[in-house]
């Protein structure tokens, strides 16, 4: 371009110079438009933190709360399987719901306050029984925050342009940073106070979920999500990649639901 000749910035994200012609095209909305940035990144880690802060405790933690209110080695692969077998109940019909009615952004913060509620009921809970009924009807909560936040965050990162990587990344940096430190606080509470560690992490989970920008409406019908869903239902690669990871995901089950109390029954 020759020099002097000016460069301007629509507010569709592309760059012309002063003759019209495009010197750039944008895959997204702008963030450089002259008109300041709605924070949807920085929203969206600090929820992604907030949620992997709570799975960093639970995933190792939860365990030795369930053997602090007396449940035995069984009673506690139960109570452990339980949230996987709600999985398969909650993720498709609420994602279905939430996709179809365009509210990823109002079914993550049900979700979250769900959960928060839920284990603040299970804190309460004693006996086999209680605890593995309220641990049914958390998980029912807690289940589709994942898929739900992964769905949000596509959506709304693509529509402004951003990258997924530097923003899920700071989901990792906090489980490791929850696992560490609850480690440290375990060592100085009584086990049965890990359920407050849980509902405390939940609580800024709900609190990050109300941050959440809203995301444009998703233009694709109901009937073509609903074709797409059925043409990779009949497709033997899904099946084949759903099976592989299927038995990844089992094959640490034992290790993440019992590794902790082995380690502490050896001390």
Same mark, same amino acid.
């Given at each position: 371009?020759?020099s ?35 924070g ?14 709570? *799975? ?27 949230? %996987? ?16 009615? *365009? ?7 049900? *979700? ?10 299970? *804190? ?25 936040t ?89 099946? %084949? ?11 640490h ?13 050896r001390?």
């Amino acid at each position: 371009m020759p020099s002097g000749m000016r460069r301007e910035v629509g507010d569709d994200g592309r760059v012309t110079d002063s003759a019209g012609t495009i010197v750039r095209a944008s895959v997204g909305p702008s963030l450089t438009s002259g008109k300041r940035s709605d924070g949807f990144s920085w929203r969206l880690a600090a929820f992604y933190a907030a949620f992997f802060a709570f *799975s960093g405790i639970a995933m190792p933690f939860f365990p030795a709360w369930l053997q602090a209110k007396e449940l035995d080695a069984r009673a506690t692969g139960i109570v452990l399987a339980v949230p %996987m077998f709600m999985r398969l109940i909650s993720v498709p019909s609420v994602a279905r719901l939430a996709d179809r009615r *365009s509210a990823l952004r109002a079914a993550l913060v049900l *979700s979250a306050f769900g959960s928060a509620a839920a284990y603040l009921i299970l *804190s309460q809970m004693s006996g086999f029984v209680p605890i593995l009924v309220a641990v049914s009807v958390a998980s029912l909560a807690t289940a589709p925050a994942m898929p739900l936040t992964d769905a949000y965050a596509l959506k709304g990162l693509t529509q402004r342009g951003r990258a997924y990587g530097p923003v899920r990344v700071w989901g990792s940096v906090a489980f490791v940073v929850a696992n560490f430190g609850a480690g440290f606080l375990i060592d100085r509470i009584a086990p049965v106070g890990i359920i407050w560690l849980l509902f405390g992490s939940l609580v800024l989970v709900a609190a990050a979920a109300l941050m959440l920008r809203p995301i444009a409406q998703d233009r694709v019908s109901a009937e073509k999500a609903d074709a797409t869903a059925g043409k990779l239902l009949l497709s033997p690669g899904f099946w %084949m990649v759903t099976g592989g990871a299927s038995l990844i995901q089992a094959s640490h089950a034992v290790y993440y639901g019992f590794s902790v109390l082995e380690y502490g029954n050896r001390l």
